[in-house]
T-cell receptor, first 113, second 116 residues
Framework: EAQVTQNPRYLITVTGKKLTVTCSQNMNHEYMSWYRQDPGLGLRQIYYSMNVEVTDKGDVPEGYKVSRKEKRNFPLILESPSPNQTSLYFC????????????FGQGTRLTVV | AQKVTQAQTEISVVEKEDVTLDCVYETRDTTYYLFWYKQPPSGELVFLIRRNSFDEQNEISGRYSWNFQKSTSSFNFTITASQVVDSAVYFCALSELTDSWGKLQFGAGTQVVVTP
């Protein structure tokens, strides 16, 4: 079964405490990305990766890091989280070719206090 | 600037009424793709439909239908005879080569509330 697995689903943390949200896919997709969802703004792309060791900034990259050491994994790292990073985060994967459907993880609800 | 506009923040209907969700997009590319996703209260994103810029045929899938009009840059979505299970946030999204095919540019979403 095609799956995109994000962990954790829910996380409450304090300002400045480094955290990592993991994302793993079993579809052998080249393209992976992270989005954040905020009320009234829809989903906005944070970072993306077109293949192993190839990553680039999306529309809202400030305060985030990513890495792509293996094709299946694409973790999102918040080195020093701040309250304005409180949001719902989604990992997505696709083949990266025109018109292909993106598959999303179940989402991670992050609260930074 | 937002490339996909969903002007309706929330639509409330009574069960069995029809509801139409508007989506207006902006692109300079001649080849692009449009999508609709559903986000039920459980939070996951469910793919509904994909349409490429060369195919202006309307599509119907059960109670769902989509009207794509390049002349007005719109890709509207209609739910016929709505049901309580249709209550969700619906997102329209655009994919264009200029920004890389893999990137989806989402509208702000429309919350649909269907009451019995």
């Amino acid at each position: 079964e095609a799956q995109v697995t994000q962990n954790p689903r829910y996380l409450i943390t304090v300002t400045g405490k480094k955290l990592t949200v993991t994302c793993s896919q079993n579809m052998n997709h080249e393209y992976m990305s992270w989005y954040r969802q905020d009320p009234g703004l829809g989903l906005r792309q944070i970072y993306y990766s077109m293949n192993v060791e190839v990553t680039d900034k999306g529309d809202v990259p400030e305060g985030y890091k990513v890495s792509r050491k293996e094709k299946r994994n694409f973790p999102l790292i918040l080195e020093s989280p701040s309250p304005n990073q409180t949001s719902l985060y989604f990992c997505a994967t696709s083949t990266g070719t025109g018109g292909t459907e993106a598959f999303f993880g179940q989402g991670t609800r992050l609260t930074v206090v | 600037a937002q490339k996909v506009t969903q002007a309706q923040t929330e639509i409330s209907v009574v069960e069995k009424e029809d509801v139409t969700l508007d989506c207006v997009y902006e692109t300079r590319d001649t080849t692009y793709y449009l999508f609709w996703y559903k986000q039920p209260p459980s939070g996951e994103l469910v793919f509904l439909i994909r349409r490429n810029s060369f195919d202006e045929q309307n599509e119907i899938s059960g109670r769902y239908s989509w009207n794509f009009q390049k002349s007005t840059s719109s890709f509207n979505f209609t739910i016929t005879a709505s049901q309580v299970v249709d209550s969700a946030v619906y997102f329209c999204a655009l994919s264009e080569l200029t920004d890389s095919w893999g990137k989806l540019q989402f509208g702000a979403g429309t919350q649909v509330v269907v009451t019995p």
